[in-house]
């Protein structure tokens, strides 16, 4: 059976041009994204794209514009299910009060489930270490619209 699985992302963006990444690993799989997950039945986009900031990041954001939608086939990595994510642009309410890392999957601590953030350069942005394909769409689209040309 096929279905379909509708995600939500934040592309939170501070004053020195930096996009939070969240690296994650569930399983011993790991990856690299944008915060944000999936939607539960009954959840609108925005409500949906506030619970996981607040589950992943303890941050209440405000979602200032739509950025992107997935408009190609996406297979789910975890599942049979097709991917659709809808991306926002989101600015944080008050300062995250998070353990930031500089260096790719610098987790704390040992489990099934680890999550660590990093603040990274949009021009510095390395669409390869970005892991799903929307995401690195979007990264790609972020570089574009946001890094500095000099």
């Avoid at 930096?18 to 799989?29: A, H, N, P, T």
């Avoid at 390395?126 to 689209?141: H, N, P, Q």
Wanted: with cysteine; glycine share 8%.
């Amino acid at each position: 059976m096929s279905y379909f699985n509708v995600r939500v992302y934040g592309l939170l963006i501070n004053q020195d041009n930096e996009v939070l990444v969240s690296d994650e690993e569930e399983y011993g799989f790991r990856f690299s994204k944008f915060p944000g997950g999936g939607l539960e039945l009954g959840e609108g986009l925005i409500d949906g794209l506030k619970r996981e900031f607040m589950e992943e990041c303890e941050a209440d954001v405000e979602v200032l514009s739509h950025f992107y939608t997935t408009d190609f086939y996406e297979k789910s990595a975890f599942n049979d299910s097709q991917v659709i994510s809808v991306y926002y642009v989101v600015k944080e309410k008050a300062p995250l009060q998070l353990a930031f890392k500089d260096t790719i999957y610098d987790f704390d601590g040992k489990g099934e489930i680890l999550q660590a953030f990093r603040w990274v350069k949009i021009g510095d942005l390395d669409i390869e270490s970005i892991t799903f394909k929307t995401d690195k769409t979007v990264a790609r689209l972020l570089k574009e619209k946001y890094s500095v040309k000099l």
